[in-house]
């Protein structure tokens, strides 16, 4: 049969080079090797070096910060706190973070140990000094998990608006302490922080926390870091020679009064 030699006589096309060209482009558009993940770094802050919390207001010659309000309960132990505190500073009156169970968010941030900043694809990661804690925010566009377990650093999503970093922190261990001050707080506790560059080597960072248990209505704080470019993070063992584990009553165990071996 002719047409069984010659297809294009019976309405078969053939391809032209023109044609032929423009597939074997799709094709190796399809198959190239994605995007790399790390371009995309290049356009956030810098925010290299080390940290040093410097400067949580009030300081000399600055107005305090409005006081929190609290519920009942918690009202208790701030003006304890604030009472014990104006007849010793210093001491650790209310924390269990002397004793080196580690700082929950958002207090693990205002330690006075340095912090460092990685910037990876999706994430953010914090290292923090203090105990060696690291917090992990996930920049990936997930919502925060329905369930996850509860931790000190509880769990943070966060993503950049503009040239501040937003994240959001729940499911933080209920025993650890939302502000100095206070104890415990419920499984409510969120915190919100603004991460941003108030100048080339000072970070602002705006805490606010919101915990109906606790507080009448959200609490916002500032603190500031100071940028040290060739500080180096170290390794902290709170357990190594720790002289600031609290006695029953609250305050510093440690005394020179000990005779060798007590």
Same mark, same amino acid.
């Given at each position: 049969m002719?047409?069984?030699?010659a297809?294009?006589?019976c309405g078969?096309?053939s391809?032209?080079?023109?044609?032929?060209?423009s597939a074997?482009s799709s094709?190796a558009?399809?198959?190239?090797a994605?995007?790399?993940p790390?371009? #995309?770094?290049?356009?956030l802050p810098?925010?290299n !070096?080390?940290?040093?919390v410097t400067?949580?207001?009030?300081?000399?010659?600055e107005p305090p910060? #409005?006081?929190?309000?609290l519920t009942p309960?918690?009202?208790?132990?701030w003006d304890?706190?604030?009472a014990?505190n104006?007849?010793?500073k210093?001491?650790?009156?209310?924390?269990?973070v002397?004793?080196?169970?580690?700082?929950g968010?958002?207090?693990s941030?205002?330690e006075?140990?340095?912090?460092?900043?990685?910037?990876t694809?999706g994430?953010?990661?914090?290292l923090i000094?203090?105990?060696?804690?690291?917090?992990?925010?996930y920049?990936?566009g !997930?919502p925060l998990?329905e369930?996850?377990?509860?931790?000190?650093q !509880?769990?943070?999503?966060g993503h950049?608006? $503009?040239?501040?970093?937003?994240?959001?922190?729940?499911d933080?261990?209920?025993?650890?302490? #939302?502000?100095n $001050?206070?104890?415990?707080?419920?499984d409510?506790?969120h915190?919100?922080e603004r991460m941003h560059?108030a100048?080339?080597?000072?970070l602002?960072?705006?805490?606010?926390?919101t915990?109906?248990a606790v507080?009448?209505?959200p609490?916002?704080?500032? #603190?500031?870091?100071?940028r040290h470019?060739?500080w180096?993070?170290m390794e902290y063992v709170c357990?190594?020679?720790?002289?600031?584990a609290?006695d029953?009553? !609250?305050n510093?165990?440690?005394?020179?009064?000990?005779n060798p071996g007590?």
């Open positions: 002719v047409c069984a030699v297809l294009s006589a078969a096309q391809t032209s080079p023109a044609a032929l060209d074997a094709a558009a399809a198959n190239a994605p995007s790399n790390y371009a #995309a770094l290049a356009k810098d925010w !070096g080390v940290w040093d400067r949580v207001p009030p300081q000399p010659g910060p #409005a006081q929190p309000k309960n918690y009202e208790k132990q304890k706190y604030q014990l104006k007849k010793q210093g001491l650790n009156f209310v924390s269990e002397a004793s080196c169970i580690p700082p968010v958002p207090q941030m205002t006075p140990y340095p912090i460092e900043f990685l910037f694809p994430r953010v990661t914090i000094e203090t105990y060696s804690l690291t917090r992990r925010i920049t990936d !997930g998990p369930n996850p377990d509860p931790s000190y !509880g769990t943070s999503v950049w608006e $503009g040239d501040t970093l937003v994240v959001e922190t729940s933080i261990l209920p025993e650890t302490s #939302a502000l $001050g206070i104890n415990g707080h419920s409510k506790l915190i919100t560059l100048n080339p080597d000072t602002e960072i705006s805490t606010t926390r915990d109906p507080f009448l209505e609490y916002t704080t500032k #603190a500031y870091y100071k470019r060739d180096k993070i357990e190594q020679n720790n002289h600031d609290l029953a009553k !609250g510093a165990a440690f005394s020179l009064k000990h007590e």
